[in-house]
Every structure is written in C-alpha cells, then in structure tokens.
C-alpha cells in the first residue's frame, strides 16, 4: 500500500524557519518526480517545489526561491522542504506527492501537515 505521510507543520512567527518531511513507502520510487504541494484557506491548491528521485534536479515556485529547500534522501525514502524566512502568506495545509514522468498530476497524494505563519 502506498503511503505518504507528512510531519513537521506547526505556528511559527514571520521570518521564523521550518521543516516539513515526507515519509514515502509502498513501492520504489525510481523515475518519479517527489514535491510539495499547499493550499491556503479559500485558494486552491498550488505547486512549491519538486525534486526527481534518481538526479535529483529541483523546481520552485518563483513565491518560494531561495527561501524553500527540497531535498531527498533515497536510503530512508524521504523527501523533506526546508522552509526559511517564512511569510504570512505561507499560510497554508502541505502535501507531499508523487508523480510518474508520463503524468499531468500526481499519482499520490499525502493527507497534509499544516503550517501557520502569524504573530
């Protein structure tokens, strides 16, 4: 059974860092694209970050360059997103996800971690 199970969400001040991790099992993850996902109150979901499991070459969402992070570690099958200088407007339920190459959207989907970013 495939899991995807995020922790690390939390209240933190404005300019405050934190980090989010993905637990992935089930399957093998060879030649899937790993990244994060969030929606904040009232919006849609939207694309963060994303990284590919074997090079392991990234991209970000222009809101989040150079203040976000994602890394993997193949070993340990986790996927984790730095989060630095964090800004109200993070606000927002996190989604760790896994898509194939041949897939528009992802394949699976995590059930979220939520991070707020107020005073």
């Known amino acids: 059974q495939v899991q995807l199970v995020e922790s690390g969400g939390g209240l933190v001040q404005p300019g405050g860092s934190l980090r989010l991790s993905c637990a992935a099992s089930?399957?093998?993850?060879?030649?899937?694209?790993m990244g994060w996902f969030r929606q904040a109150p009232g919006k849609e979901r939207e694309f963060v970050a994303g990284?590919?499991?074997?090079?392991?070459?990234?991209e970000y969402t222009d809101s989040v360059k150079g203040r976000f992070t994602v890394t993997k570690d193949n070993d340990k099958n986790t996927l984790s997103l730095q989060m630095n200088n964090l800004k109200p407007e993070d606000t927002a339920v996190y989604y760790c996800?896994?898509?194939?190459?041949?897939?528009?959207?992802?394949?699976?989907w995590g059930k979220g971690t939520e991070v707020t970013v107020s005073s």
């Open positions: 990284i590919g499991w074997i090079i392991g070459d990234t």
């Open positions: 089930g399957r093998t993850w060879n030649g899937y694209i």
């Open positions: 996800a896994a898509r194939r190459p041949t897939s528009y959207q992802p394949d699976f």
